[in-house]
């Protein structure tokens, strides 16, 4: 598109926002040069356009049957009948690109966007054989833990469907719990693949930041995202990861190196003598559910009957993970993903220009659009860059080091950290009309113990741990950095000694 020269009724508030001190007359004489400069954004907008690959058309549909509400759109994408995944349908988290099929990212701010390419996991998953089955609801712009803020509506638990499902990643929980679908991918921000998983009875796992490409996946703050596989079993877990991940030569999130062990295989080393630190800050949140700790722990003694060394270990950063946390993501996502419509700037990866500009579009010409949670962040966010300038995202960067090191100084000694996923089950979805109070109380309530996990950049794995007044509770296996062999091998030894995990008592609501 031409860039169209701007005259000093267009600059003048721009020099006005930056206090340049520019008179009507000083403006006009900066009018010439402004328009030959922008002739490079003409250049870039034609070679773009000639370097750009022809966009894919491919069939999709609204669903038909939807009785959980975790369907956005369904669809039967098949390119090789050969591989690791072949014969097994995949539901895509709708934070994530594919072809030619609408991608939402559970927000009416990005409703009516199709992407041009497929983002590195589907590719790599199309050519393992997997057919995509369709793009599964997540919460709007990824910003809940909980499953009643997407713009498409509630997506329900399959054990109680009154009940949340979890979030972000809400509609691949319940679909991959109900066995409407073989496996699922899952995005993780603060907690957004293992929270799903746990209030479903799933598998939800966590790589190492780094380690799978996010290229191709709505951005929240590139220091927090991930992708990861959801699924029935570990070994479902293990096989999906081995696809996902390995370096693509676009996500500069990933080192210049990763190895990508053969994770199934792994599964089958003994575990006997495997040393496991029981999180002692893990437990005893003032918000937890009177039985999910005592859930946790009877898990552990399956791990210590399987000959694991169990002992109690303390952490004390990690009561602090989720506060600098809260800096990052708040500030973080405040500068990137919405002034930034998405992506911001400096970054040395894949962009997709086509979604920063209808996201940006959107968002800028009705910011209504946004969820109550992103309301929150930007009134946070916003006040406190333009109070302090950004100064606390640059401490709370600058104490992620320490962080980790509290976690990797334990890992030293410990082969992996066990604790609670979350410390609730489940909770009742709000009504339509609930006060804004509960609405956010809902949504940001779970995440005392994974949103610490994700600043750090460790694996971790929530498995389901047992039952609690009939609702799913989640034990979270954390390891070393890109040892997620070792997280997912332990999980399976868990899984293997009580016979495999529950399926959902699945009832439609």
Not at 31 to 36: A, D, G, I, L, W
Not at 275 to 292: Q, S, T
Request: hydrophobic share 40%.
């Amino acid at each position: 598109m031409p860039s169209q020269t701007p005259g000093v009724t267009e600059l003048s508030p721009i020099a006005d926002a930056y206090g340049l001190g520019l008179s009507e007359g000083e403006l006009a004489e900066f009018v010439p040069h402004v328009s030959e400069v922008l002739r490079s954004w003409d250049l870039v907008d034609e070679l773009y356009e000639r370097e750009r690959p022809d966009a894919v058309t491919r069939t999709w549909a609204e669903p038909e049957h939807n009785p959980f509400g975790a369907w956005y759109v369904t669809c039967d994408i098949t390119e090789s009948t050969d591989g690791p995944l072949a014969g097994r349908r995949v539901a895509v988290k709708d934070n994530t690109a594919v072809a030619g099929v609408p991608m939402m990212n559970g927000s009416a701010a990005l409703e009516g966007f199709i992407p041009d390419t497929d983002a590195t996991i589907i590719s790599r998953m199309l050519a393992a054989g997997a057919t995509i089955a369709g793009k599964a609801v997540c919460e709007d712009l990824c910003f809940s833990g909980a499953s009643h803020t997407s713009a498409t509506g509630p997506v329900r638990n399959p054990w109680d469907p009154t009940r949340t499902s979890g979030g972000s990643s809400s509609g691949s929980a319940a679909l991959v719990a109900a066995g409407i679908v073989d496996i699922a991918t899952g995005g993780d921000q603060g907690g957004s693949v293992r929270l799903p998983a746990a209030f479903t009875g799933i598998v939800g796992h966590k790589p190492t930041h780094g380690l799978v490409p996010y290229t191709g996946a709505f951005p929240i703050e590139q220091t927090l995202d991930h992708l990861g596989p959801m699924t029935r079993t570990v070994a479902d877990a293990a096989l999906l990861l081995g696809v996902l991940a390995g370096r693509d030569g676009l996500d500069p999130r990933q080192p210049t190196r990763v190895a990508v062990p053969d994770y199934v295989a792994e599964l089958k080393r003994p575990v006997a003598g495997m040393r496991v630190g029981v999180l002692c800050e893990g437990f005893g949140h003032p918000e937890a559910v009177p039985g999910v700790d005592d859930a946790v722990r009877r898990a552990v003694d399956v791990l210590r009957a399987q000959g694991m060394q169990c002992e109690n270990v303390s952490i004390p950063w990690h009561r602090h993970g989720r506060k600098i946390w809260d800096v990052i993501a708040v500030e973080g996502a405040t500068t990137q993903m919405v002034d930034g419509n998405a992506y911001g700037m400096n970054w040395q990866g894949a962009y997709d220009p086509a979604l920063i500009e209808f996201f940006g579009s959107r968002r800028q010409a009705d910011g209504t659009l946004l969820p109550d949670t992103v309301k929150l962040v930007l009134l946070t966010g916003r006040h406190t860059i333009r109070r302090h300038h950004g100064a606390h995202y640059a401490k709370a960067r600058n104490l992620v080091p320490r962080l980790r090191a509290a976690y990797d100084d334990a890992l030293s000694r410990f082969d992996v950290l066990v604790m609670p996923t979350t410390p609730l089950v489940a909770t009742p979805i709000p009504e339509s009309d609930a006060p804004r109070d509960e609405y956010l109380a809902r949504a940001l309530e779970m995440m005392a113990n994974t949103a610490g996990l994700d600043v750090s950049g460790h694996p971790a794995c929530s498995v389901p741990a047992g039952l609690v007044d009939g609702l799913p509770t989640g034990m979270m296996i954390v390891g070393r950095h890109f040892d997620d062999a070792t997280v997912l091998r332990v999980a399976h030894a868990y899984e293997e000694a009580t016979g495999g995990f529950l399926p959902a008592k699945v009832s439609a609501p």
